[in-house]
């Protein structure tokens, strides 16, 4: 079993609705998430699109943060989730650097890493993941690549050319795809990031990295 | 750039990886090259000891900033019961402590007057100071998100930097007397001048594969951070070779010393800087 994950950025509204209940379900603090939706804004005016992209750890088939953990912290599942101890976790950070994606954090409460591990005790009792089950346009796709006949696997088979991963060109193998995923959306590079007070939020810098100043 | 603009989004990670990493580098480039220079050191009156005090010491600086850089630092004996080998953190920390115990052997075999006996030891430390000198290179090619770290060039500059640091703190401390400052200037001015070569051919010739490393060595060389990089690459390589080339012939303590400060002042600026900039790039 492979389990993966699919977003269907045609489908995606941008309500959020998958990151308020990451957040809920999973306890995640402040300033820390697991799961969240951009906003790009492209174009210039009256031309002007909104993109919405919802990321989350690709759970990767060859993790860089799995090898780079110097304690085994990060480990994989049978399911190929990959997850993290956080008893066991010393805080070095390595993970960060290791991860291409910038999904995992340094949980402020803890001090330890954490990140998106598709809601692996929920998996357990027989669930999905709390963000498939909060997205109301069903944009949130999840299952076994492994299985032919699985959702996950028929859609990316039905959109071929249209099913991207971020960053291929790092080697991670990303069990996390996108279809209609344009450079804007997966590339942080073809967006501007303006430090200050933007149309929706503050875009800036945190503070502090976990528990240290 | 299709004009796209983020208009909303979380906070950006930032550095994650500050000046306690800093600290790290720099003096493990001290504590390791005063050791590999010590095959040429130790025929001088004196030596023996003074090489393994100070790399001990500065040795103790790195680890002390290594477990106070952890989040979790109560935690760092993790890393010996729960080893994961494929991790170049977990390998240095084997290397470093394996390190320090053959510095503590050291110290007593100086302290007792066993020369023969810590010359002989020296064929073992020699290979791990080398290791504890280059495992950061690979340390830094672990960190996948960070394509400017991944450069072939990082282990040979850990090394001239392990140099570069190890002959200054010579020069400074006037160690080896007079006889060995010619030969320490220029190791001094040697690993300066292939130290910049190497990063001005980074900067200026090396192929970057990503937009990402193009806008960190942006912000290296006309961002933000180019006078803590410029500042750092005058005073760490610059000064050196320039002191090195007009005093070549009759080396002054003086000189000598200006040039091994500035080094060493320089060399912590370069690597603070080489260090933050990947990280002020978002990854996502």
């Known amino acids: 079993m492979r389990l993966g994950y699919l977003v269907d950025l045609d489908l995606c509204m941008g309500c959020k609705a998958c990151e308020v209940a990451c957040k809920s379900e999973n306890e995640v603090p402040l300033n820390a998430w697991r ?5 790009v804004d492209t174009g210039i005016y009256p031309e002007v699109k909104r993109n919405f992209t919802p990321m989350r750890c690709n759970q990767c088939e060859s993790a860089p943060c799995e090898r780079a953990c110097p304690v085994s912290a990060l480990h994989y599942l049978d399911n190929g989730i990959v997850d993290i101890d956080a008893d066991r976790c010393i805080g070095c950070a390595a993970c960060m650097q290791a991860c291409p994606y910038g999904a995992i954090y340094m949980d402020p409460e803890s001090n330890t890493a954490d990140k998106c591990n598709y809601c692996a005790h929920r998996i357990e009792g027989g669930l999905e993941p709390a963000c498939v089950v909060a997205c109301p346009t ?57 430090p200050g007070v933007n149309l929706f939020n503050r875009i800036g810098t945190l503070d502090h990295i976990g528990g240290h100043h | 750039m299709d004009n796209a ?13 500050g000046w306690f990493v800093t600290m790290n580098f720099w003096a493990k ?88 006996e810590y010359d002989k030891l020296l064929y073992v430390t020699y290979p791990i100071a080398f290791l504890g000198t280059v ?35 010579f020069l400074i401390l006037r160690s080896g007397s ?19 070569a190497i990063y001005l051919f980074e ?18 060389v006309d961002g933000e951070l180019r006078s803590l990089f410029v500042g750092g690459l005058l005073l760490a390589f610059m000064v050196p070779l320039l002191v090195t080339l007009f005093t070549l012939r009759r080396p002054t303590p003086s000189t000598g010393v200006i040039a091994s400060v500035s080094a060493l002042v320089g060399l912590w600026m370069v690597k603070h800087a080489w260090l933050i900039a990947p990280q002020l790039v978002p990854l996502s």
Do not use: C
């Open chain 2, 29 to 116: 480039s001290i504590a390791t090259g005063v050791v590999l220079l010590a095959p040429w050191m130790i025929r001088h009156p004196g030596m023996r000891l003074r090489i393994a005090v100070i790399a001990f010491i500065f040795l103790n600086i790195t680890l002390l900033f290594t477990v106070l850089d952890l989040h979790q630092p109560l935690r760092f004996w993790h890393m010996f019961v729960y080893p994961q080998f494929r991790s170049v953190i977990n390998l240095g920390a084997w290397v470093l402590t394996l390190y320090n115990v053959l510095l503590v052997v050291h110290i007593y075999l100086a302290h007792t007057k066993r020369d023969v």
């Open chain 1, 138 to 194: 069903g944009a949130n796709i999840f299952g076994d690549l492994d299985d032919p006949n699985s959702v996950i696997s028929r859609y990316i088979r039905e959109n071929g050319d249209q099913t991207r991963v971020r960053k291929p060109e790092k080697g991670t193998k990303p069990k996390h795809f996108y279809v209609a995923g344009s450079d804007t959306h997966l590339d942080p590079t073809a967006s501007r990031r303006e």
């Open chain 2, 135 to 169: 495992y950061t290179a690979g340390l830094l090619g672990q960190a996948n998100a960070r394509e400017t770290w991944h450069a072939a060039t990082e282990a040979p500059q850990m090394l001239l930097a392990a140099t570069l640091a190890g002959s200054a703190v």
């Open chain 2, 203 to 220: 900067i200026y010739m090396a192929p970057q594969k990503s937009n990402e490393a193009g806008h960190v060595i942006h912000l290296l």
């Open chain 2, 5 to 17: 603009v983020v208009t909303l989004d979380v906070l950006h990670s930032g550095v994650i990886w």
């Open chain 1, 35 to 39: 799961l969240r939706v951009k906003y």
């Open chain 2, 178 to 196: 007079d006889e060995a400052a010619p030969w320490l200037t220029k190791v001094l001015g040697g690993s300066a001048a292939i130290a910049l």
